[in-house]
């Protein structure tokens, strides 16, 4: 959710209103998108939520059950949209995300196109990068894809800032309208090679381009053809590796297979001038405190795709 003033300036201090889109956050790995309807309740395995109650509280909020469970009122970010978006196709996910924003050089004011817009979890991220003079024009061939990402734009306050076309790219090129005026490219294409020309012609000069494909054949000939009017060309692979890190004792914290947890720390000893200052049947005694511990994950992401970059000559 991206909010504007008049002037056209970000603010993020805002109340949940009726209507809104709001991410419910039980845990990390548990959230779901919601819209706020005064009349309306949510029921999950915390007890049942009055829409009503959350209206007027400030994102971030806890909010109680008729239980006493609780979640979590999040905005919803493009970090957090990208985990609870339908998945109308593969989606890039917040590493691979945080990569092409950077190398593409995105603040902003600038103006993107994309192809193709798939689920629009990059769209998302894009969106913001620009705003709130910027925008964003992307490009699917299928209408009912298109259709549905423009739904999901709406939803998360975006649509302002994107504009979604049905169009293909790799037969057809970019339109014309755009010809020098594109400060980069995002080609998310089986045989992004074919849209390479055209998105040469719509960038400014010094702009960038990125092509994500997910086999090293695809990047090899994109290559071939980038070097005709693009230098700078360089291809990165991202894998992401996550920790668990927690306080507690060792033995509810078991570590994988041929993962050392390290040795069992002792107690934490108190100092010999205030034990002495105790008095009665507690002198000398302390809780031991519980060891903070990390491992890697059990459940790594494995390979996505490649991200090659290049810059118009």
């Given amino acids: 959710m991206l909010l504007v003033d008049p002037e056209k300036k970000l603010f993020f ?39 009503s109650d959350w209206i007027g509280k400030p994102f971030g909020s806890k909010v109680f059950s008729n239980k006493g469970g609780f979640v979590h009122l999040l905005a919803p970010t493009p970090e957090l949209w990208t985990l609870v978006l339908s998945h109308r196709t593969q989606i890039l996910y917040i ?3 945080s990569l092409v924003i950077m190398y593409l050089e995105v603040v ?21 990068a620009v705003a709130p003079t910027g925008h964003v024009f992307t490009f699917d061939f299928h209408e009912q894809r298109a259709s549905s990402a423009r739904e999901d734009f709406e939803k998360t306050g975006i649509s302002s800032y994107v504009t979604v076309g049905v169009r293909d ?21 089986p045989q992004p090679w074919l849209a390479i020309p055209s998105a040469a012609k719509m960038l400014r000069q010094d702009g960038v381009l990125c092509s994500f494909s997910p086999c090293i054949e695809q990047v090899q000939r994109s290559c071939e053809t980038l070097r005709s009017n693009f230098t700078d060309i360089r291809t990165f692979e ?28 002792g107690k934490r000893k108190q100092p010999s001038s205030d034990r002495s200052s105790l008095q009665g049947d507690n002198a000398g005694i302390l809780a031991p405190a519980l060891p903070v511990m990390a491992k890697p994950c059990s459940e790594a992401k494995g390979h996505t795709g490649y991200l090659t970059f290049a810059r118009l000559k």
Avoid at 37 to 49: A, D, I, K, Y
Avoid at 116 to 127: F, K, P
Avoid at 169 to 189: C, R
């Fill in 238 to 265: 991202i894998l992401l590796r996550t920790y668990e890190v927690r306080q507690g004792k060792l033995d509810s914290f078991d570590g994988d297979e041929g993962i050392s947890t390290g040795s069992r720390p």
């Fill in 169 to 189: 790219i790799q037969g057809q090129g970019f339109p014309e309208e755009h010809v020098g005026s594109v400060d980069a490219v995002f080609l998310d294409l």
């Fill in 13 to 51: 201090t805002r109340t949940i209103q009726n209507g809104d889109l709001v991410i419910v956050y039980e845990k990390h790995d548990i959230m779901k998108a919601v819209k706020v309807s005064e009349s309306s309740v949510l029921q999950n395995r915390f007890g049942m939520f009055k829409h």
């Fill in 108 to 128: 902003p004011g600038c103006v993107v196109l994309e192809s193709g817009t798939g689920s629009g979890s990059l769209t998302t991220s894009l969106a913001r």
């Fill in 95 to 97: 590493a691979d995300i």
